[in-house]
């Protein structure tokens, strides 16, 4: 019986593992679900040197390299009004070492320049890849 438990939950981790969220301090209560843009605004929000921050910024887990475990993770953000990451989701993993390692640098990343609509600034989701690659 023990070891049914003990599969279910593993089961459990394995199917989940490819949805994992967080919120950061700011509530996601706080913005206004109407106001969110789903990828369609007049300017989309950006962070400037992306590629330079990345590599400065994350780190590559060592147990990672060891393995030369390669790939991509991707995380849906929701970026405020004014540009702070406030909703961070895993929506494709590499597992769970990697996955937090992204959103630590997520979570920990100054503010982006918030997408434009209409002449207003909005809240934006967007889809960031990050690719782990040994050279």
């Not at 950006?46 to 921050?53: A, C, L």
């Not at 997520?106 to 600034?121: C, D, K, Q, S």
């Amino acid at each position: 019986m023990k070891n049914y438990s003990f599969l279910s939950i593993i089961f459990f981790v394995i199917f989940n593992a490819s949805s994992i969220c967080a919120q950061t301090e700011a509530s996601a209560s706080n913005v206004d679900k109407s106001s969110v843009t789903a990828y369609l605004s007049d300017r989309n929000a950006r962070f400037p040197n992306f590629s330079e921050y990345l590599s400065q910024h994350l780190v590559y887990p060592k147990l990672a390299k060891e393995t030369s475990l390669e790939g991509i993770v991707k995380a849906e953000v929701l970026l405020n009004e004014v540009g702070e990451v406030t909703e961070i989701c895993i929506v494709e993993s590499m597992g769970n070492t990697i996955d937090a390692q992204v959103i630590k640098l997520l979570r920990e990343m100054p503010y982006w320049i918030p997408a434009v609509r209409n002449g207003r600034t909005v809240s934006q989701r967007l889809i960031v890849p990050f690719k782990f690659i040994l050279i």
